[in-house]
T-cell receptor, first 106, second 116 residues
């Protein structure tokens, strides 16, 4: 069993829909990261959080330490949000989930 | 400012040859990381450098893999006697340490290695 599990693996939605991607982990962590990888491979760090909730534009990330679970939400989704979203845990040495491929259809 | 850069962007080599992959971190970042993303696989940690401390090599898959970081800046990942299973995208990241920076990692564009 992977230490970091993401769901769903693939998600297709219509433009404007509210998107939720989930991440569960089985190890104690100091921090959880949400990363975005666009076609072509570039990876961008979206959030790093260790408790509570963070918001950046249309993106919201939450974490529940007791339940070892985090969610990434996208409000008013847009085709440019289409990417692979990766959850990772750790402070320096990261352990990664397998990613969620999100496709937003116009 | 400049982000993390990696070279070459693509490398095709023959099985058994040695390859060197280069990473230039963001200026002033004390931490540098190497990761690997194999086709159809997730990202995996390879090695981590922090300042002048001994690197954390726990993710290196075999003794054919080594890395060094000269002068606390540029890093080179070397793979000796390459095998086909080494084909992957090798990603480098750097971060500024300290509570203020939260250790956010900034990723380079990667080097796509193909071993024939």
């Amino acid at each position: 069993k992977n230490e970091v599990e993401q769901s769903p693996q693939n998600l297709t939605a219509q433009e404007g829909e509210f998107i939720t991607i989930n991440c569960s982990y089985s190890v104690g962590i100091s921090a959880l990261h949400w990363l975005q990888q666009h076609p072509g491979g570039g990876i961008v760090s979206l959030f790093m959080l260790s408790s509570g909730k963070k918001k950046h534009g249309r993106l919201i990330a939450t974490i529940n330490i007791q339940e070892k679970h985090s969610s990434l939400h996208i409000t008013a989704s847009h085709p440019r949000d289409s990417a692979v979203y990766i959850c990772a845990v750790g402070n320096e040495k990261l352990t990664f989930g397998t990613g969620t491929r999100l496709t937003i259809i116009p | 400012g400049a982000g993390v850069s990696q070279s070459p962007s693509n490398k095709v080599t023959e099985k058994g040859k040695d390859v060197e992959l280069r990473c230039d971190p963001i200026s002033g970042h004390t931490a540098l990381y190497w990761y690997r993303q194999s086709l159809g696989q997730g990202l995996e940690f390879l090695i981590y450098f922090q300042g002048n401390s001994a690197p954390d090599k726990s993710g290196l898959p075999s003794d054919r893999f080594s890395a060094e970081r000269t002068g606390g800046s540029v890093s080179t990942l070397t793979i000796q006697r390459t095998q086909q299973e080494d084909s992957a995208v090798y990603l480098c990241a750097s971060s500024a340490t300290g509570e203020r920076f939260h250790n956010e990692q900034f990723f380079g564009p990667g080097t796509r290695l193909t071993v024939l």
